[in-house]
T-cell receptor
């Protein structure tokens, strides 16, 4: 089974702090994604990556950055956390960009910014 | 631009009754369509997908979905609901012809199955 793990299930940070969310997948997937999930808004894509050191902006990249130094790891960085970044963050991976594969999701990190 | 609509925030159904969770989409080319489920305190899980071929797609846990091109719909169905089907369901679409890479998710529909 594909396993996507996220470093924390719950996280509480203060406004202005730099926040790192880590995601690791164990199936050699090329593609990795970061979403945020908010009630009534579904999932919104923040950033994605289809290769090591490659990244593409999603629909809501402002206030976020990402890093993919190794194939299995995709990190989401909140440079200076703000209260409107309080949300559930979901990481996902999929096989490769040429094939239409489903995404495999991690359990999520619920981030609260005070 | 591609989009997905799930017109119902919530669907209530009695155990043993058939269930339908609705989804409509808008793309300029041919769509790839997906359904995902999110159980409480868990990440999303893939249920089924439509790429091409038969309009009726069968997936996990007894779910199926019907692709209707003329109505641009991809409704999720199950003949007999279980209490354990209570969860949040997301429809998603990826556009094919433009070579786009993004998958767009709907806002989600919460399904309550009552015993």
């Amino acid at each position: 089974d594909v396993k996507v793990t996220q470093s924390s299930r719950y996280l509480v940070k203060r406004t202005g702090e730099k926040v790192f969310l880590e995601c690791v997948q164990d199936m050699d997937h090329e593609n990795m994604f970061w979403y945020r999930q908010d009630p009534g808004l579904g999932l919104r894509l923040i950033y994605f990556s289809y290769d090591v050191k490659m990244k593409e902006k999603g629909d809501i990249p402002e206030g976020y950055s990402v890093s993919r130094e190794k194939k299995e790891r995709f990190s989401l960085i909140l440079e200076s956390a703000s209260t409107n970044q309080t949300s559930m963050y979901l990481c996902a991976s999929s096989f490769n960009r040429e094939k239409i594969n489903e995404q495999f999701f991690g359990p999520g990190t619920r981030l609260t910014v005070l | 631009a591609q989009s997905v609509a799930q017109p119902e925030d919530q669907v209530n159904v009695a155990e043993g009754n058939p269930l339908t969770v609705k989804c409509t989409y808008s793309v300029s080319g041919n769509p790839y369509l997906f359904w995902y489920v999110q159980y409480p305190n868990r990440g999303l899980q893939f249920l089924l997908k439509y790429i091409t071929g038969d309009n009726l797609v069968k997936g996990s846990y007894g779910f199926e979905a019907e692709f209707n091109k003329s109505q641009t719909s991809f409704h999720l169905k199950k003949p007999s609901a279980l209490v354990s089907d209570s969860a949040l369901y997301f429809c998603a679409v990826r556009e094919v012809n433009t070579g786009g890479f993004k998958t767009i998710f709907g806002a989600g529909t919460r399904l309550f199955v009552k015993a």
